[in-house]
């Protein structure tokens, strides 16, 4: 190992940066950051730096870089643009055992900077040892997206019972397996989510109680699962695919998403298989319910988002009646994932200033829609399970007042390698619909958008 990694404390020590150019400035923050005291010494500064020397936030020394410069300076910093003078700078402040960084010159630095990942007060600094940065900055956007951006807030939390746990359990085994439940469980998930207040006091909650209920409470993530390409899942959801134990899925999600869940993870389906009913809607609540109360962290999968067409709301409801700590995490509806897979903008200055998302499948079987609102001029439609009642939605537009020649699409199993788009208007899709024996799940665009199709297609599902 070339570099021992290590963490400096440079609070309000004087560190050197010499110059003035915008490398030099990334630099000047890093240190910043660190509340160091910044010295920068160049003949001129970019404008970031100029800033930060005019609201006194960096003492600036106007000049070219001088040895009197490293006098009484913690570490230094050569970021010119001049290789001789970055190589003197190193020279010098090597002859004074003065840590010296020479930015993109390993050979000149007496240490490196790493890539950081940046969850204050945790902080992961990698290094490829001057080898590749660029592999250091890749692998830092990798464990960017595996870490939840409120982490450090979880450390801030464990910091502040540290004490408290340490007295309730003496014993290290126990205070381990007690911090491991924390972390991987509810409380630490309300840190994520934002929920402060409630995860201190579900902390003090399980210090009080004489039983260790943190083993017992289970939670139920309701993830929406996008609409078929798995890579337009979020971060928080994959993350909490990995987490639970339990997965309760339907058919709208795609078994390619369905395997990323952990594999030692429970797979319960719960939609419709052929010839088959799916789960009442009260039975899956009520098995959410119950597996929640067994400790288990459950998540139920969603096509699309939850809260668009997919009755995540009757879903949680009884969670949220039996105080089971529960969240929602959204994922790309079919209307924005199908439209932006079919280059149809839903909205466009010249041609659609609103647009609605309506279902073509009521509660009650019925279609009884505010057509008023459906005809206004320079307004997207967008339908969901609308293939069945296609013919008379189409009929019913047309003779309420929107022109047959209105163009509309058809995209079926949008964003997945099985997509198809269908382009044609009003008067026609029926027709088009039926000629090419079209499947839900399908989702209906109608508007002057769906012309922009033509130009904007960029999608190329493979033959
Ligand atoms: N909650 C989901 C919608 C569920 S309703 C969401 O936010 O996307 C089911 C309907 O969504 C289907 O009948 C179809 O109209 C539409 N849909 C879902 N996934 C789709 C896909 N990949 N391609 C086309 N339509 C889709």
């Known amino acids: 190992m070339k570099y021992l990694p290590v963490f400096l ?21 890093q240190l910043r950051k660190a509340n160091a005291q910044v010295i920068v010494v160049a003949p001129k500064l970019c404008p970031a730096l100029s800033a930060l020397a005019d609201n ?39 002859e004074r055992n003065l840590p010296v960084n020479v930015v993109d010159n390993p050979e000149l630095c007496s240490f490196i900077m790493p890539s950081v990942v940046d969850r204050d007060p945790v902080q992961i600094a990698i290094s490829t040892g001057g080898a590749s940065p660029v ?71 399980t210090l009080s109680d004489d039983a260790d209920t943190i083993n017992k409470t289970g939670e139920v993530y309701l993830v929406g699962a996008g609409p078929g390409d798995p890579d337009l899942l979020t971060f928080r959801a994959l993350r909490l695919m990995q987490q639970a134990e339990v997965v309760l899925y339907d058919r709208l999600v795609a078994p390619v998403i369905v395997d990323l869940c952990r594999k030692d993870a429970e797979r319960i389906y719960v939609g419709k298989k052929r010839n088959q009913h799916a789960l009442p809607q009260e039975d899956i609540s009520q098995l959410l319910v119950d597996l929640a109360k067994q400790g288990k962290r459950v998540l139920r999968l969603k096509g699309g988002d939850p809260f668009i067409f997919g009755r995540g709301g009757e879903e949680i409801e009884l969670l949220a009646a039996e105080h089971i700590p529960f969240q929602v995490i959204p994922g790309v509806t079919a209307a924005s994932g199908c439209a932006s897979y079919a280059g149809i903008p839903l909205t466009h200055r010249d041609y659609a200033h609103t647009c609605v998302f309506i279902t073509g499948h009521l509660k009650d079987g019925s279609t009884d829609l505010n057509w008023e609102t459906l005809i206004q001029p320079k307004q997207t439609i967008v339908v969901y399970m609308g293939v069945m009642g296609l013919e008379l939605f189409c009929r019913e537009l047309i003779t309420r007042g929107l022109p047959n020649t209105m163009p ?56």
């Not at 004087?14 to 923050?29: D, F, I, M, N, T």
């Not at 207040?197 to 003090?204: G, I, N, T």
């Not at 390698?417 to 088009?432: M, N, R, S, W, Y």
């Open 9 to 29: 404390d440079i609070t309000i020590t004087p560190c050197l940066v010499v110059g003035g150019g915008v490398v030099a400035a990334r630099k000047v923050e």
């Open 135 to 205: 592999l250091a900055r890749l692998l830092r956007g990798r464990l960017e997206s595996l870490i939840p951006s409120s982490y450090g807030n979880l450390a801030q939390l464990m910091q502040k019972f540290r004490n408290a746990v340490k007295a309730k359990y003496p014993d290290m085994q126990h205070r381990r397996r007690y911090w491991e439940n924390v972390l991987q469980g509810p409380i630490a998930e309300m840190i994520y989510v934002g929920q402060q207040k409630k995860a201190l006091s579900a902390l003090e909650k």
């Open 408 to 463: 509309a699409a058809l995209i079926q199993r949008g964003t997945t390698p099985q997509q198809k788009v269908h382009i044609g208007d009003l008067a026609t899709l029926p027709e088009i619909s039926k000629q090419h024996d079209i499947k839900p799940p399908t989702m209906i665009i109608i508007g002057e958008v769906v012309k922009l199709h033509e130009s904007l297609s960029w999608f190329e599902p493979p033959a």
């Open 56 to 94: 006194q936030l960096i003492t600036y020394i106007c000049s070219d870089f001088n040895e009197d410069n490293l006098q009484e300076k913690t570490l230094v910093i050569a970021a010119t643009d001049d290789a001789a003078v970055n190589k003197r700078i190193s020279e010098l402040a090597k």
